[in-house]
């Protein structure tokens, strides 16, 4: 190979590594929460939330840098809209996945999904033993950059939703040991106040995407 051809090829090379370096994580753009099929609006509340599973990789492929279904995870991003003229707090809800047999998922936290990401599964009834030399220890995959940021930015949540706005956060759930998690299966959000009182709590049914065929694209608020 020429060296002009060379240096074309390592100048592109070296752009394309700078690029995947530096793309960051950006949530789905979320829509009014009464634009999804599975949802719980509350009318008199004002408050309505929905939730939208990327259950299979050719959904989820396009955002995350990670194929979280592979692993057995399943991210919910969960939409919130305030339909009111005050500000509704989220700060401190609770997001429980309901399987079909009534087993109660809570959200993974960082530190599971990382494990599960480099396939070190951790029971949590192990004893303490002395770390092995690195030689015996079994070896994981590397989380990546892209993965990390990718984590800490879902595990970021919003505090509040403002009047007449909507607001989202991903929540990761393990779902590994279930075959169809959304056949049956419910979302349950509690928490969610409003001028100091907690609003009824939301009971999402995430069967509404078994059988769900969009019509319309849903519209931005």
Do not use: C, W
Request: avoid cysteine.
């Amino acid at each position: 190979m020429h060296r002009p051809l060379r240096i074309v090829g390592m100048i592109a090379l070296l752009t394309l590594a700078l690029a995947a370096k530096t793309r960051e994580f950006s949530l789905p753009r979320a829509f009014h929460a009464k634009t999804y099929p599975a949802r719980d609006a509350h009318d008199d509340e004002k408050f309505t939330v929905a939730a939208d599973p990327y259950d299979v990789e050719d959904k989820e492929a396009p955002i995350f840098a990670v194929n979280y279904t592979k692993e057995g995870l399943l991210p919910i991003q969960v939409i919130f809209s305030n339909d009111s003229d005050a500000p509704a707090s989220i700060s401190k809800i609770s997001v429980t996945f309901i399987t079909r047999n009534r087993v109660k998922i809570s959200p993974a936290e960082p530190e599971d999904i990382y494990r599960r990401i480099s396939k070190q599964i951790k029971r949590g009834d192990e004893p303490k033993m002395t770390p092995l030399p690195p030689i015996f220890r079994k070896k994981t995959r590397p989380i990546s950059e892209a993965a990390q940021e990718e984590v800490e930015t879902m595990n970021a949540k919003p505090k509040a939703v403002e009047p007449k706005s909507t607001q989202s956060a991903i929540y990761i759930f393990d779902v590994d040991n279930l075959d169809h998690p959304l056949a049956g299966a419910k979302l349950v959000v509690t928490g969610v106040r409003r001028d100091a009182q907690e609003l009824f709590y939301f009971e999402i049914p995430m069967e509404k995407y078994l059988t769900y065929q969009p019509e319309n694209p849903p519209q931005p608020q």
